[in-house]
Nanobody
Framework: QVPLVESGGGLVQPRGSLRLSCAAS????????MGWYRQAPGKQRELVAS???????NYAAPVKGRFTISRDNAKNSVYLQMNSLKPEDTAVYYC?????????WGQGTQVTVSA
């Protein structure tokens, strides 16, 4: 297993911003395609942002134009900049490979968007 540790979540008001971080215990980001997922209460986990094999990025329709995925291979880290947050962005956010490796899921980081 390669534990992935997410951080940076919290409570934020609508239209606010957060930056999530994902760190790995070893260098996997140069090997695997990485992405950010989220799971809202009562809903299935969904992929919201990812890199593709060529290094460009993909975003789910609900977050396109508001979220930005980035990475720093030297720091074994992947980031998710989230702007113009909406209450419907409330979820636990996880990073993992694309497609996800079952043994890589971390604890996630809670993002709550509320006034």
């Amino acid at each position: 297993q390669v534990p992935l540790v997410e951080s940076g979540g919290g409570l934020v008001q609508p239209r606010g911003s957060l930056r999530l971080s994902c760190a790995a215990s070893r260098s996997i980001f140069s090997i695997f395609v990485m992405g950010w997922y989220r799971q809202a209460p009562g809903k299935q986990r969904e992929l919201v942002a990812s890199f593709n094999g060529g290094g460009s990025t993909n975003y789910a329709a609900p977050v396109k134009g508001r979220f930005t995925i980035s990475r720093d291979n030297a720091k074994n880290s992947v980031y998710l900049q989230m702007n113009s947050l909406k209450p419907e962005d409330t979820a636990v956010y996880y990073c993992n490979t694309v497609p996800p490796q079952p043994g890589f899921w971390g604890q996630g980081t809670q993002v709550t968007v509320s006034a």
